[in-house]
């Protein structure tokens, strides 16, 4: 069967063809990540898709969180784009942005208090599905490198 683990190209294994599919679909995904830190960062928030205490929020961090959500989100970007190459250098980009995404959370749930706005059903869903999407990447990433087809 074409595309499989078990075929090799060059004493390699040969790249499955849900590698391509999983970086080529977080590739995009965390491009959201990595625009949403951007027009936080360049002060360029839509007031017509954030409310004023929305804005006030993402833009007060302290700079130790906003180096946590660069971590995060660069991390996953990069991670996903080294997947695409078949870099191992994947696994620890993905750890690095496990590490960056523990330092958010733990100031968005812990030390800070949510805007109200930024409580509902729907953001702690979205937040969970960074956290799930993230965690599978590094553990996707290991056994792809452990299968050798990172190099």
């Known amino acids: 069967m074409n595309g499989t683990l078990g075929e090799q190209v ?52 302290p700079a130790w969180a906003v180096a946590a959500w660069a971590l995060g989100v660069w991390g996953c970007f990069l991670g996903s ?3 695409l190459l078949r870099s191992k250098f994947a696994v620890l980009l993905f750890g690095v942005s ?11 749930r812990l030390i800070i208090e949510l805007p109200a706005s930024m409580q509902t059903t729907g953001q702690n ?9 993230t965690i599978g990447l590094f553990i996707y990433s ?4 452990r299968a050798g ?3």
């Open 10 to 61: 060059g004493g390699r294994p040969k790249t499955p063809w849900h590698l391509w599919a999983i970086g080529i679909i977080t590739l995009l995904w965390n491009s959201g990540g990595v625009i949403s830190y951007m027009m936080t960062e360049l002060n360029k928030l839509d007031p017509s898709k954030f409310t004023p205490e929305q804005i006030t929020f993402f833009t007060s961090f």
């Open 81 to 83: 784009a080294a997947l």
């Open 98 to 108: 496990i590490l960056g995404l523990i330092g958010v959370t733990v100031y968005q």
């Open 125 to 133: 869903l979205f937040a969970a599905a960074i956290w799930v999407i």
């Open 142 to 145: 290991s056994r792809m490198k």
């Open 149 to 151: 087809v990172l190099r």
